[in-house]
């Protein structure tokens, strides 16, 4: 695995990390506030950045683009941003919460530049 399916799936493995570490630390305090993050964390950090791996490692031709680069950095950056501010806003810190939407619709940009990216790919095939 190289380039940007290396790149993903690293990310990938970061967002397990974390997303089962709030886990555990949910667990032990029995406070489950940050439930929402955990998930976003494995859903949408995990399993999607371990996806895009998958597919840049199968079509490697897609991964050595500069769009390929830009979505992954578009999605490490608002995803990264995302999780702080969720938590954050969970936490009671609610004047982040405009952060939040903005880092939400910069993730959704990502999926939607991925899209872009794969569906020519898929056509192809």
């Known amino acids: 695995m190289q380039g940007v399916a ?7 493995i970061i967002y397990a990390l974390c997303g089962m570490a709030l886990g555990l630390q949910m667990a032990i305090s ?23 791996a998958f597919f840049y490692h199968l079509f490697p031709a897609a991964g050595q683009t500069r769009l ?9 950056v608002s995803g990264a941003g995302l999780m ?9 810190k609610t004047a982040i919460e405009p952060l939040v939407g903005m880092f939400s619709i910069l993730f959704y940009a990502g999926m939607l530049l991925f899209a872009v990216i794969a569906w020519p790919v898929i056509r192809k095939t």
Request: proline share 2%; hydrophobic share 60%.
């Open 6 to 12: 290396r790149n993903f799936f690293v990310l990938a």
């Open 30 to 52: 029995q406070d489950h506030t940050e439930m929402p993050v955990h998930a976003h964390a494995l859903v949408a950090g995990w399993l999607t950045s371990a996806v895009f």
């Open 68 to 76: 390929a680069n830009i979505h992954f950095w578009l999605t490490a």
């Open 84 to 92: 702080v501010t969720l938590y954050l806003l969970l936490a009671g």
